[in-house]
Nanobody, 115 residues
Framework: QVQLVESGGGLVQPGGSLRLSCAAS????????MHWYRQAPGKQRELVAS???????NYADFVKGRFTISRHNAEKTVYLQMNSLKPEDTAVYYC?????????WGQGTQVTVSS
């Protein structure tokens, strides 16, 4: 049974930081490209960051320079370090593991940026 469990969300003030974690089980983690998506109320889910099996990271323009994705294959965990948070970063953040044709999602963790 595949599970992706996100943690680390919460309420933070503008300019603050959070680190999200996604712990995977039931998959050969090192063989999967990992992604973080987010979905704000009333909006479509959007890709935030990705990291390949080789460790190459890619970011959406709206988080470049503020967010960092990383992975620890031995721990089967992917991280999203979020700095300089803005109110528009408020969303549910989802972890995604993909290796064609497999595509797995976590349940999401809420991030709220507000003063």
């Amino acid at each position: 049974q595949v599970q992706l469990v996100e943690s680390g969300g919460g309420l933070v003030q503008p300019g603050g930081s959070l680190r999200l974690s996604c712990a995977a089980s039931g998959i050969i983690f090192s063989a999967y490209t990992m992604h973080w998506y987010r979905q704000a109320p009333g909006k479509q889910r959007e890709l935030v960051a990705s990291i390949t099996t080789g460790g190459t990271a890619n970011y959406a323009d709206f988080v470049k320079g503020r967010f960092t994705i990383s992975r620890h294959n031995a721990e089967k965990t992917v991280y999203l370090q979020m700095n300089s948070l803005k109110p528009e970063d408020t969303a549910v953040y989802y972890c995604n593991a993909r290796r064609w044709p497999a595509n797995y999602w976590g349940q999401g963790t809420q991030v709220t940026v507000s003063s």
